[in-house]
């Protein structure tokens, strides 16, 4: 069992950095591939990040250069460090754990606007 809370989200100007943070509980986290996905109003959601157990990254091609994903497996930390933030970035974004299957956090709100 693996439970997932985001925090980190808020309101920024076009051109800022946001960072995301995501805390687990339960002992299967070290072997959790942990992905941000985000879901923009009237939109489906969609993966934006992924961190494997190895820390291997990846990520869609709209945010690489901009977004950054990392995790720190001691503190059961997964990260979104965001730059460069843009308008169509705005969507709640949410924290996903895969263990044999899939875990959710509860989203937080990320708004880019003037």
């Known amino acids: 069992q693996v439970q997932l809370v985001e925090s980190g989200g808020g309101l920024v100007q076009p051109g800022g950095s946001l960072t995301l943070s995501c805390v687990a509980s339960?002992?299967?986290?070290?072997?959790?591939?942990m992905r941000w996905y985000r879901q923009a109003p009237g939109k489906q959601r969609e993966w934006v990040a992924a961190?494997?157990?190895?820390?291997?990254?990846h990520y869609i091609v709209p945010v690489k250069g901009r977004f950054t994903i990392s995790r720190d497996n001691a503190k059961k930390m997964v990260y979104l460090q965001m730059n460069d933030l843009k308008p169509e970035d705005t969507a709640v974004y949410y924290c996903?754990?895969?263990?044999?299957?899939?875990?959710w956090g509860q989203g937080t709100q990320v708004t880019v606007s003037s």
């Open positions: 996903n754990a895969w263990v044999s299957r899939d875990y």
């Open positions: 339960g002992r299967a986290f070290n072997d959790a591939h």
């Open positions: 961190i494997t157990p190895a820390a291997n990254t």
